[in-house]
């Protein structure tokens, strides 16, 4: 391919503004050049003066508009059913979390997205801020050596009532509760600084204050990872995290890091703490480059459809530990073929 990458975005809800954002931020290898929804003011609302395409249903948007890959902007029931349509019209695919809600739609995406030999980034935003990208390079640096444990923090107040909750308060929909959704997000985080697969997952859930919905509003999470590695994962909408809790940290047998996601400290043992002084960067303006990067270069963007689909192993084993009361597996879900 050349640059520019032109993008189709599918979904032009809340997420969507944070995505157009990210686009315009790359104007040397991005193009927006299409978006569907069917709600037509939410879809002229994101293209704005740029020029993009509008169409009411992204099957037809796939089948006519001029683009190479697709953004998906979708409630979460919907994400299988566009990754499918878009991997057999040879888009590549770019996929707010979470990837989908079972191990069976697990399956036919990965089966689709291998068959079309497309490429499927998960939008794991959060990947991309400085504190994150650099805890991970001294982590495989070996810096504070083998790491024993990682604990990964996203909780806050949410002003959800029974009327602006909309879809997010129906497991069907959302597939679970906060969990499976800004959940997603510190479980992804977990995967990525533990360095290993996961095997084995406990929980336990809570409604601590929006009782209105059907899932849990608050979730703590301990997983273990073939390297060894153990997790902890506490997320809620009900509260804001106490003063001082980290956004994450590691533990390894040389020393440790910690950071708020922001700032990013680290101590060896024996010397002195580091405070490192980050850049700001605009997380979904970066993740975007990396997205349009790896089709351009044909490179593995961080987290595929396998890193997706492990994030949501742990949250399925999570919800099956709850329910039976006991540690739950993390399934394989590599396709059936």
């Given amino acids: 391919m050349t640059t520019p990458v032109r993008i189709g975005l599918i979904g032009a809800g809340g997420i969507a503004g944070a995505h157009v954002a990210g686009y315009l931020r790359n104007p040397e290898t991005v193009t927006f ?10 879809a002229e609302a994101r293209a704005g003066d740029t020029g993009a395409a509008i169409y009411a249903d992204y099957h037809r948007m796939l089948a006519d508009a001029d683009i190479d890959a697709v953004d998906i902007c979708l409630p979460h029931h919907l994400h299988k ?10 888009k590549h695919i770019l996929c707010e979390k979470p990837l989908c809600l079972s191990f069976d739609e697990a399956r036919e995406v990965s089966a689709a997205v291998e068959d079309a030999g497309v490429t499927l980034m998960c939008a794991h935003n959060q990947l991309f801020l400085p504190a994150v990208a650099k805890a991970k390079e001294l982590i495989d640096a070996g810096t504070i050596g083998q790491v024993y444990e990682v604990r990964t923090t996203d909780s806050f107040y949410n002003d959800f009532d029974p009327e602006n909750m909309g879809w997010r308060a129906h497991a069907k929909t959302s597939g679970g509760g906060e969990l499976i959704d800004t959940g997603y997000h510190p479980t992804y985080l977990l995967l990525h600084l533990a360095g290993g697969s996961p095997v084995e997952v406990t929980a336990m859930l809570a409604t601590h204050r929006l009782t209105f919905m059907e899932g849990e509003d608050s979730a703590t999470v301990i997983v273990r990872f073939d390297n060894g590695v153990i997790g902890t994962i506490v997320t809620s909408w009900a509260y804001e995290a106490a003063d001082s809790t980290e956004r994450f940290s590691a533990v390894g047998s040389l020393g440790s890091l910690t950071s708020d996601g922001t700032t990013l400290s680290y101590h060896v043992r024996g010397e002195d703490p580091v405070v490192l002084d980050l850049e700001p960067v605009h997380e979904f303006g970066a993740e975007v480059a990396h997205f349009a990067r790896s089709i351009l270069d044909d490179t593995r963007p961080l987290h595929t459809q396998k890193e ?10 999570a919800y099956e530990s709850v329910r039976t009361r006991a540690v739950a597996d993390v399934r394989a879900l590599e396709p059936v073929r």
């Avoid at 050049?33 to 939410?42: G, K, L, Q, T, W």
């Fill in 33 to 42: 050049a299409a978006v569907a929804d069917p709600v037509r003011e939410s």
């Fill in 81 to 90: 059913e566009a990754i499918v349509a878009a991997a057999r019209a040879g």
């Fill in 308 to 317: 997706g689909i492990e994030v949501l192993g742990i949250i399925l084993g």
